[in-house]
């Protein structure tokens, strides 16, 4: 199966830098994925990794070491907009060609002045 | 540009009711899938397909049924609807093959099981 761990809250300052963290364990991986999420509003994707090391995407970048089962997203330059869920997500397992999708519980950011 | 479309967006319900929920997409999406979302417990996967006439079993499948029988049609079935099931649920369809296949979601169905 697969299991994806995050950090349920954290609280950032605006105009700072802040790191979420997912740690996950799964059979079978092919890939991570990092969505936003705005309150009663749907997930948006933000980053894809399959490969270790670091993606950048202009404020947001997300890094991938599979050997350890751990990723983070990087939010520079943090905004009041930026206030949201972030959720972390493996693609990976035995069955249905390594195409399941599995999100973690979420992280909830809250930007303050 | 419809992507993903949820129906309907609103429901409520009596327990023991039945009914269905309607995912279409018009990407060519090879894969579709169904998750509820409840407070604190993130996107739980109920069933996913993996391509036309296929389906198969995610985290929490059991009082819901699904098909597949068109390509850009996945549908989610309550035969017999619970309080438990009171819940957000969202459809998403991704495509096949290699690199960045990001999934894409409808905008949600806000169900209630009175």
Known sequence: G???DQPTEMTATEGAIVQINCTYQTSGFNGLFWYQQHAGEAPTFLSYNVLDGLEEKGRFSSFLSRSKGYSYLLLK???MKDSASYLCAVKGGLTGGGNKLTFGTGTQLKVEL | NAGVTQTPKFRVLKTGQSMTLLCA???NHEYMYWY???PGMGLR???YSVG????AKGEVPDGYNVSRLKKQNFLLGLESAAPSQT???FCASSSGGQ???EAFFGQGTRLTVV
Do not use: K, P
């Not at chain 2, 036309?52 to 389906?55: D, H, K, L, N, P």
């Open chain 2, 99 to 101: 690199g960045a296949t």
């Open chain 2, 25 to 27: 997409q018009d990407m």
């Open chain 2, 52 to 55: 036309e006439g296929t389906t």
């Open chain 2, 87 to 89: 819940s957000v649920y």
């Open chain 1, 2 to 4: 697969q299991n994806i």
């Open chain 2, 36 to 38: 509820r979302q409840d």
């Open chain 1, 77 to 79: 330059e943090l905004q």
């Open chain 2, 45 to 47: 996967l109920i069933h």
